[in-house]
Each structure stands twice: as C-alpha cells, then as structure tokens.
C-alpha cells in the first residue's frame, strides 16, 4: 500500500470482509444465505466479483498449504473461460 493508503477504503471493513469470504469459500453459502445473515447485497456481491475475477491469479501460483477444510488449488477450481460465473 502507498503511504495513507489504508485497505479499508477500497473493502468493507476486515471482520466483514472476513465473515464474507469464509462463509463463500469454506462454507460454500450462497449470496442470499450471506445476506440473510445481516450482510449488505452491494457488498457481498462486490466481494463475489473481486474473488471470481482474481481466480486467474491462484492457478498462477505454486500451491499452497492446507490449513482449512476447503484450500484453493484443488479443492476449488472455477472455470477460467467462457465467462463463466457460477451460480451467485
């Protein structure tokens, strides 16, 4: 980060970007389960976005350790053509 650059001005917030991304990736919600738990439909479908445009960059790394139940790498794997988006 560039000096008075702070993470927060561009991403919620770390204890709800976290409770988002942990309820997407390991606990496989989808966007209405995270919604309905109290999370606003902008922000956890911005979030949605920013993780499905970056999949590209985890095939482009080495793999990682596992440290959870659902690791990137193996244990998900998102098409990277044809546009495709999953279900949201």
């Known amino acids: 980060l560039k000096p008075d650059q702070f993470d927060e001005d561009s ?50 790394a080495p793999p990682g350790v596992k440290i959870t139940r659902r690791a990137f790498g193996r244990d998900r794997r998102y098409p990277l053509t044809n546009r495709f988006t999953g279900k949201v």
Do not use: C, F, N
């Open 11 to 60: 991403l919620p917030a770390y204890d709800e970007l976290d409770d988002i991304l942990k309820s997407l990736i390991e606990g496989e919600h989808a966007v209405e389960d995270i919604v309905a738990r109290g999370h606003d439909l902008e922000t956890v479908l911005r979030v949605w976005k920013m993780l499905d445009r970056a999949e590209y960059k985890r095939r482009q």
